[in-house]
C-alpha cells in the first residue's frame, strides 16, 4: 500500500514536471542596436509576450560596431547564441548567400508583402530569396535651414547639384556667428564618411568597380568628387569636420550651427523634435544632392530583423520577427508612442496615411528618396556590385574603413587628395587580388 | 639666494602642486562623466561645454526604466570576486614557490606569463568562443570568471612573488623549525606578512575584472553580461546618448569607486602595519 503512495507521488511529481517543461516558454535572444526605433521595439516586448505566451524574449543591445563583430562571430563559429539578429542591408545578402541565415518563406498571409517597398526587400535578398524583414528603412536627404535660406534671399531646389550647395554654402558660411555653410560626415568608417562619398562619388558619376571588379579612385569622377568634398567641407564646414560623424553633425544642426547638412532621411525626426532641437520649426527638407547624374546620389539602407541557422529557436524567432515588421506593430506605436514614431520607409501603407504625413513634415521626401535609390542600378556607368552607398561584398567593409581612413585624412589637411586616392587605388587592388577576384 | 630650509619648503610645494595636478587630471574625465550624466542630451553636446546648466534626473530614470541595473550588477560582482578568489588561490603558492625555491628558470617562467598579456585578446577571440560554444560556458558567469582568472593571473602572480621577495626566507625557515606545516607556514606566517601588498593585488584583480569589457561582450548574451556590456548598450549609432551613457556609466562605477575608496584605507593601514620595514 505504502509502495502504491510512493509510486503515485513520483509518477505525480514526475508528470508536473514533463508538463511544465512542455509547458515552459521558448526563449529568443534578440541581437539589436541601441536606436528610438529599437529602444520603442523593446518596450513593446510585453506586448508580444501577451500575445505569444509560450515566448519569452530575451534583448542583447549592443554598440553597432560591437554588434556586428559579436554577431559576425556567432554565426561564423555557428555558436548560436542569438535567435534574432539586427542587421543591415550590407549584411543580409552576404550571410544569406552563405547560408547563414533562415530564407524568410511561408510568411502569414496578413504580412502583406505587396506593402513594402519592393527596393528594400530586393537589399534583403540575395538572388531572389528573401533573409531578413526590414524594421525600418532610410535614405539620404538634404536638411536645411529655411530661416537663413530666407534671409539670405536663397531658394533651395527639390533636388540641388552639389554645385548649387557649394553656393549656398559659401554665402551661409558665418564662422564668427558659429554658423557653418554646410555640415557633412567626416568622421572615417565604411558606415560613416564613405557612406556619404560614396553618393557623392555616384552622382559624380563614379563607382567602386569596373565591370571586372578594377577599382577606379584613381579616374577623374573620383578625383573631381573627393576634392569637392574636401574643398566644400574644408572651407564651408565646421572646425575639425575630420571627427564628425551623424552624432556630431546633429548636435551641430540642432544646436543651429549648421545652414545645411546632407545625411539619413531618420535625422528628420531628431531635428524636428523640440525636445532636442532649437531649431525645429525652421527645418526644410530636399532630396540628397545630384551632380552629373542623379543615379546613386541618396543612399538606402534598412536595418532588418533576421534569424539565424543556428537558432535552435527559428519558428519562435520567426514568429517575433512577423510580428515586429507588420502592419500590426506600426498600428501599436502608433497608439502607444504617436503616429510620428512609427518606423519608416518599410511600408507604402505607413505613406498612405494623412496623419502620418501631417505629424512627419519629412516623410514625402523620405519616400520620394527611398523610391529614388536603387541598389541594383545606382551608378552612372554598370557596375558588377549591388548596393547604393556601398558594394555588397565580403571584402568591402576593411576596404572602405581603410579608403575612408585616407579620406578623412585628406580633408584635416594630413596628406592631398591625389595622395589618398592613388593609395586607396592601391589598398582595393591589393585586397581585391587577395580575394582573388582576379590575379596580378 | 635661498636657503636650505627655504629650498625643501619650495621643493615640497612644488611636488604637491604637481600631485594635485596629476589627481586632478586623472580624475577629472570622472568629474565630467558625473556631471554629463545630469545634463539633457542638447546640454551635454553643447559647444562650448556647459559647466552651469540645469541639472536633471531623467537620464538615470531612463536607465532605470530600460535597465535591470541589478541584475547586471550582481553578474560584475560575482565574476568580479570569484575570479579573485580563484586567481589568488592560484597566484599564492604559484608566487610562493618561486619567491622561496627559485630556480633558474624562475625569472624566465615569469617573463613568460608576464608576455601573454601582450598577445592582442581579438588573435585568440575564435578559438576561445568555440572552446566556449563546445564546453556550454558561453554567456554564463562560470565562462567569464574562469577566462578573467585567466587574464589576471600573472599581474597576480607578479605582483605575490615581488611581496613575498622582500619577505626573508629566515623568517619561514623558523616557522619550518617550529614545526609548521607548508600550509600553517603559508597561512599563518606568509599572508599575515604581505597582507598589505596582496590587498593591492586583490584591489588590482578586481578592478581589472570589473572593467574589462572585450570578453564580457564578445562570450556573453544576456544571462551573465556585466556592467561593462550595460555601458555598450547605451551608445547608438544614430541619436544623442552622451547624457544617456554617462548616467549609466557612473551607476556602472560607483560600485568599484566606492569600494576602492573603502578598501584604500585598509590598504594603506596593511601597508603600515606590515612586517616588513
Redesign the interface.
Known sequence: MNNNRYLSAVMAVGMTAVASSAMAATKV?I?T????DM?RM??LSEEFEKLYPHIDL???????N?LR??LT??I???????DVMTIGMYEAPIWGEKGWLTPMKDLPSDYDMADIFPSVLGGLSSKGTLYALPFYAESSMTFYRKDLFEANGLSMPDQPSWDQMKSFAEQLHKPEE?QYGICLRGKAGW?ENMALITTMANAFGARWFDENWKPEFTGPEWENAVSFYVDLLGNYGPPGASSNG???N???F??G?CAMWVD?T??GA?LTDET???VADQIGFALAPEQVTSKGSGWLWSWALAVPVSSDAKEAAKTFITWATSRAYSQLVEETYGIANVPPGTRTSTYDNAEYLEAAPFATRTLEAIGNADPNDSTLNPSPYVGVQFAAIPEFQSIATQVGKLISGALAGSMSVDHALKAAQSITLREMTRARYYSN | MLSLKQRRSLNTLLMGVLAWGVALAIFFPIFWMLLTSFKTEIDAFATPPQLFFSPTLENYTLVNERSDYLHFAWNSVVVSFGSTIIGMMLAVPAAYSMAFFETKRTKGTLLWMLSTKMLPPVGVLVPIYLLFKDTGLLDTKTGLVIIYTLINLPIMIWMAYTYFKEIPKEVLEAARMDGSTLFQEIWRVLLPMSKGGLAATVLLSLILSWNEAFWSLNLTASEAAPLTALIASYSSPEGLFWAKLSAVSTLACAPILIFGWISQKQLVRGLSFGAVK
Open positions: 535572444t541581437g542596436v541601441n536606436n528610438g529602444v523593446q518596450g530575451d534583448w542583447v543591445v549592443l554598440e553597432e560591437v563583430q559579436r562571430t556567432d561564423a563559429t555557428d555558436g548560436g547564441q542569438f558659429e558606415g551623424f552624432n556630431e546633429l548636435a551641430l540642432n544646436s550651427k539619413a531618420v535625422a531628431f532636442q532641437s532649437r
